[in-house]
């Protein structure tokens, strides 16, 4: 799947939220690819844009997103209820409210099978359904109840199962973790890295937990403001993070191995999508802005073989230049 210069954007009554800006990047065949940031950020739109699920008057503005040779910006209606779920699936934020509480677990299972297969006989979808339940570690005669009856790890892994029952080419997760515990966090992300291995998926891992990120990523895409801000190798952007909203994040994260006494901390918020700052959008909370900062936005370019910064600090024009006083000095 390969996304180019793609732009969302949402009217309103006092203008128009440009909540996705000029994003472009590649996700290879078996790779997970963690996209993280604030909540705002706009991590959640665009995982949404990938399958045209985008709320009205939500709309793609500009772009394309390949698939397979296909630009799923411009399919039909058709095409895109043969995608939905047999090419590319989708894992949405909160299980309970994605699984109908009328529906007995093999139905949503059913309605999934038989909408793609239309040959395939009852008796072999609950088959199939209970199969793949037991893969991950439920057993079979809970596809008898209702979602109410499950814990919410199970009510997760069944969203899991829903979403591979088809073998899609891409699993997109967005923030899958945020209903469960610690402990169950730790369990569905080992099922993840066993269901990469059993199925070669692609994932697309949405989460502001880059804790748990890093646990199953090869690749991170930091946004913020509606834009990718870095991008590259996961052990490159925890080892040596480049730009300084990345920096930022990673020093949030707890480690008890550390000795610190506080942790580092971002002041400020997210930017107005409304009207923006004209320059990078993390200016007004960056502790190393320059002038240029706030006059233009950077271009995301390579700066290591397996990294990809949009920042001045790495780019002729802002090297050498004195540091402004960001928030935090």
């Given at each position: ?27 290879f ?39 397979r ?9 058709d ?71 499950l ?30 515990d ?63 909203y ?77 540091v ?6």
């Amino acid at each position: 799947m390969e996304v180019k210069n793609l732009t969302i954007e949402y009217p309103i009554n006092i203008g128009t939220v440009r909540a996705v800006r000029d994003v472009s990047f590649r996700l290879f065949e078996g790779e997970t690819l963690g996209l993280v940031g604030e909540s705002g950020c706009g991590k959640s739109t665009l995982g949404l844009s990938f399958l045209r699920l985008l709320r009205p008057p939500g709309k793609i503005a500009a772009g394309k997103i390949l698939f397979r040779g296909s630009d799923i910006v411009a399919m039909r209606q058709d095409e895109l209820l043969s995608l939905r779920g047999n090419r590319i699936s989708m894992i949405f934020q909160n299980p309970l409210t994605s699984l109908d509480p009328l529906f007995r677990v093999r139905d949503h299972f059913l309605e999934a099978l038989r909408s793609h297969r239309s040959d395939i006989e009852r008796s072999e979808a609950i088959e199939i359904s209970g199969r793949i339940l037991e893969q991950l570690g439920i057993e079979a005669k809970r596809l008898d109840e209702y979602p109410h009856q499950l814990s919410g790890g199970m009510r997760q892994r069944i969203m899991i199962g829903l979403g591979l029952v088809l073998e899609p080419d891409v699993l997109i997760a967005d923030e899958p973790t945020t209903s469960l515990d610690v402990i169950v966090e730790a369990g569905f992300v080992d099922l993840l890295k066993d269901l990469k291995k059993r199925y070669g998926i692609s994932i697309i891992l949405i989460s502001h937990n880059l804790a748990m990120v890093a646990e199953i990523a090869d690749r991170i895409a930091v946004m913020y403001g509606g834009r990718i801000v870095e991008i590259g190798e996961a052990t490159a952007i925890f080892g040596k993070p480049l730009h300084p909203y990345t920096q930022g994040l990673i020093g949030c994260i707890p480690n008890i191995e550390l000795d610190m006494e506080r942790l580092v901390s971002m002041p400020g918020r997210p930017p107005d999508l409304v009207a923006p700052p004209p320059g990078c959008p993390f200016a007004p909370r960056c502790p190393r802005v320059m002038d240029v900062c706030r006059d233009s936005m950077p271009p995301l370019s390579a700066h290591s073989p397996s990294q990809e910064a949009a920042c001045w600090l790495y780019e002729p024009e802002g090297q050498g230049k004195p540091v402004g006083s960001g928030v935090h000095e």
